[in-house]
């Protein structure tokens, strides 16, 4: 099983981007996938969730309202809309799977990971 992130970049706070995750090796649709962060001497945390229909998501607190996490089963493919950007959104972004666990903020539950893509918000 590989997943792909990309799409990171610099952008000034109140910027948008969009990232992608790009699944292969195993049936897409029978996985849940998230998105977790990383900021330097930081834990990694998670940011967002999605059932493996696409049909619910999750989100941390810090990123409700302008985060949407969602996926293309056809295209393998799983997005995160960022919106609203801030410094404190300056992190490397992972994404992972799980067959098991939906939405899990716990990252040993997942299977998985991509390699990260890095997010820069400029104040």
């Known amino acids: 099983v590989q997943l792909q992130a990309s799409g990171g970049g610099l952008v000034q706070a109140g910027g948008s981007l969009t990232l992608s995750c790009v699944f292969s090796g195993r049936t897409f649709s029978t996985n849940a996938i998230a998105w977790f962060r990383q900021a330097p001497g930081k834990e990694r945390e998670f940011v967002a969730g999605i059932s493996r229909s696409g049909g619910s998501t999750q989100y941390a607190d810090s990123v409700k309202g302008r985060f949407t996490m969602s996926r293309d089963n056809a295209k393998n493919t799983a997005y995160l809309q960022m919106n609203s950007l801030k410094p404190e959104d300056t992190a490397i972004y992972y994404c992972?799977?799980?067959?098991?666990?939906?939405?899990?903020?716990?990252?040993?539950?997942?299977?998985?990971w991509g390699q990260g893509t890095l997010v820069t918000v400029s104040s």
């Open positions: 992972a799977c799980s067959r098991l666990f939906y939405g899990n903020s716990d990252s040993a539950r997942y299977d998985y």
